[in-house]
């Protein structure tokens, strides 16, 4: 600011080129040249060897200037690229801390007005779009919701949007439980019109090592037979909460949603104090006949944890082996000289192998397997190195060096099932059958093993596993079933390896297990047509149960119907799939696509094949499938209050989805971020 006197002249500004001068009057004392804002009064140099930077910026910053008002700061013309440039322009912190920041290159939409200057496209700056648009990106990316009161970020923001207030973290909170309440209405309405059944799974994810949460996931397949999932529920969880709470609070969700009447299967983890909740909650549901077949196929455990355990089992009892291999190969790496004698050592033993010597992750499974994997292969340059380095004296025996080689190929299937489990984002029902029988065919050789410490081991993986194969392997070979690759033939090529004699019978179980599932939906399907939509029918045994008086005493004629027409050798959707030939394996068949197209030919079985398949017979994510510890929440968001950390996991979840669907089709990318009401 410059001291003026009084007898300062007004000089005539009108041939000034610059919009800028329409709001400052230029003033002349001898040689110096001011502006004088309008607005504040403030004083600026005015000289022409200034230039008009300054004064925009100071336009910026004057609070007594009208939104709209910044529309004449945009210079005339157009780029190339159709854009307008805002150069040059600096603001002032609202503590007065920095007085020049400039922005540079800032694009607007534009538009041409009558005068010449050019306007924003629409004339008031829209306050609440870039409110929202900040929490949504919050939320998406998972920031730190105090990042909105952070000095630097303010300082960002200001630069690219001078107009912008930036929000207190109440204020931004608020905003994510308001998308939340706008998103959650959309997911209400999508499962609303759900043309099938939903399955549900419940993961446990820790704040802080101490804080539990259980989050409540809807996994379907929907009109279009895409595989979704969208996260319903993220609840806190009280440990002194008993098995009635948790059965409470998962149908008070399930019918809070309005998916209690649609809900196929729960699949939770393998454990048992699992097994009550699952009972409490299947009675209910069949109390109201809501679930096919009494719920044979409702409990379903996670197939990725049950391999976890098994490889946490394995860890656990070879601890002291593992540790010897650990130390032997941080002997190795301890110095250059013991490296060069582990490499005459690797040459006197003639080892060929290109492994890299590593150490693992306890908290990651796999990683002890790479280490084990590849310090067998050294195994007899470290028996060299014992006999030529007297230093090294934390050696594994010949007998635990044979027991680890046993122990990586037990880890080695166990990644191999893994990596498949994680091959696609979602993956369906159907591809988990031959992976776990694989599993069980090798657990029952490893269990007549002759040493006594790899049986047992193997007999304490299997009693784990035979826990899971008794309450899965039916929604497991149903699955593959229903996959026309394979049909009933990958069920009888594995079951008399796993079976013997009883093969026979255990095949029978699962063909009238299946014969069950369609008849009841073969009586589900009428009330379809009736415009009940498939995914409200209520369906017991037989399909008994419908929404209404008059066709509940009906159900009766529709299980006599469907009794007769089989007995009349009517073939059903069933037996003409069952009968045509397998179609061909190939690596680029997607086996919702194939239902989707042949959903006309077997109407029946497609829409059992639709609640099937969207079973998640593992929910485990796949950067989760190696690690030994539960999910945590991401360190931003753990100091939430529970209502608001739960608006914000079930609407990244949400907007993370939708932003996948919106790349692989046509619609742009950011639509679903920028959809201000």
Not at 346 to 351: D, E, F, M, V, Y
Request: with cysteine.
């Amino acid at each position: 600011m410059m001291d003026i006197a009084d007898e300062a002249v007004i000089v005539n500004s009108s041939r000034l080129k610059s919009v800028v001068w329409n709001d400052f009057d230029r003033v002349k004392k001898g040689d110096t040249l001011v502006a004088i804002c309008h607005h504040c009064k403030r004083k600026l140099s005015g000289s022409s060897t200034s230039g008009t930077s300054h004064l925009r910026n100071h336009l910026i910053r004057c609070r007594r200037r009208s939104n709209h008002d910044v529309t004449q700061l945009v210079t005339r013309g157009k780029k190339k690229d159709g854009t307008l440039t805002v150069a040059n322009l600096s603001f002032g912190q609202e503590q007065r801390k920095v007085e020049a920041l400039s922005i540079v290159n800032t694009t607007f939409e534009h538009g041409n007005r009558k005068d010449g200057s050019i306007s924003l496209g629409t004339n008031n700056f829209d306050h609440k779009r870039s409110q929202l648009d900040l929490a949504r990106m919050i939320i998406l990316h998972g920031y730190s919701l105090a990042m909105v009161e952070d000095f630097g970020f303010r300082i960002f923001v200001r630069n690219l949007q001078p107009l912008f207030d930036l929000v207190t973290f109440d204020r931004v909170e608020a905003d994510c439980k308001e998308i939340y309440e706008i998103e959650k209405h959309k997911v209400y309405e999508e499962l609303a019109k759900l043309p099938g059944k939903a399955s549900l799974y419940a993961d446990t994810w820790v704040a802080n090592g101490d804080s539990k949460y259980l989050s409540l996931t809807a996994h379907y397949i929907d009109d279009t037979w895409q595989l979704k999932k969208k996260i319903l529920n993220f609840l806190a969880l009280d440990p002194s909460q008993t098995e009635d709470v948790l059965c409470d609070a998962i149908m008070t969700s399930l019918r809070n949603w309005d998916i209690d009447r649609k809900l196929f299967s729960l699949t939770l983890d393998n454990h048992s104090r699992y097994d009550d909740i699952v009972r409490r909650i299947r009675d209910q549901l069949c109390e109201h006949r809501y679930l096919v077949c009494n719920g044979q196929l409702f409990d379903v455990r996670c197939a990725a944890n049950v391999v976890k355990l098994m490889a946490q089992d394995a860890l656990e009892i070879s601890f002291e082996i593992s540790q010897k291999i650990r130390e032997s190969i941080r002997y190795v790496r301890s110095s250059r000289a013991v490296q060069d004698k582990f490499n005459e050592m690797i040459q006197l033993a003639g080892i060929s192998s290109q492994k890299s010597l590593c150490l693992d992750n306890p908290l990651h499974w796999n990683l002890t397997y790479f280490m084990l994997e590849a310090a067998v292969e050294y195994r007899d340059a470290f028996v060299h190195l014992q006999e030529h380095d007297s230093l090294y004296t934390m050696y594994p025996s010949g007998t635990e060096w044979d027991r680890a080689s046993a122990i990586s190929s037990f880890l080695k299937l166990f990644v191999e099932v893994s990596n498949v489990f994680a091959g696609n984002k979602f993956s369906t029902a159907n591809i988990y059958f031959p992976e776990i029988c694989d599993i069980h065919l090798q657990l029952i050789e490893w269990c007549q093993n002759s040493d006594d410490f790899i049986s047992s081991l193997a007999l304490k993986m299997k009693q784990r596993f035979d826990e899971y194969w008794k309450k899965c392997s039916l929604a497991l070979a149903i699955a593959a079933i229903l996959d026309p690759r394979f049909k009933m033939k990958l069920v009888e090529y594995y079951y008399p390896q796993i079976y013997g004699n009883s093969a026979p019978d255990c095949i029978d179980i699962v063909s009238n297990c299946m014969k069950a599932l369609y008849n009841g939906h073969a009586v589900c399907l009428p009330l379809t047509s009736q415009g009940q939509g498939g995914a409200t029918c209520q369906v017991g045994t037989f399909g008994t149960g419908a929404i209404n008086d008059s066709r509940s005493r009906l159900t009766g004629f529709d299980k006599f119907v469907n009794e007769t027409s089989q007995s009349q050798n009517v073939k059903s959707d069933l037996d003409k799939y069952l009968e045509e030939p397998l179609f061909p394996r190939n690596v680029d068949f997607s086996i919702l696509n194939w239902w989707k197209v042949h959903t006309p030919r077997y109407p029946i079985l497609s829409t059992m094949a639709r609640n099937i398949l969207g079973i998640p017979l593992s929910k485990v994510s796949s950067e989760a499938l190696f690690n030994t510890g539960d999910r945590a929440i991401d360190q931003p968001w753990v100091p939430l209050r529970s209502e608001t950390l739960q608006a914000v996991m079930c609407t990244q979840d949400w907007m993370s989805s939708e932003l996948e669907d919106s790349k692989s089709s046509s619609n742009p990318p950011l639509a679903i971020c920028y959809d201000a009401k």
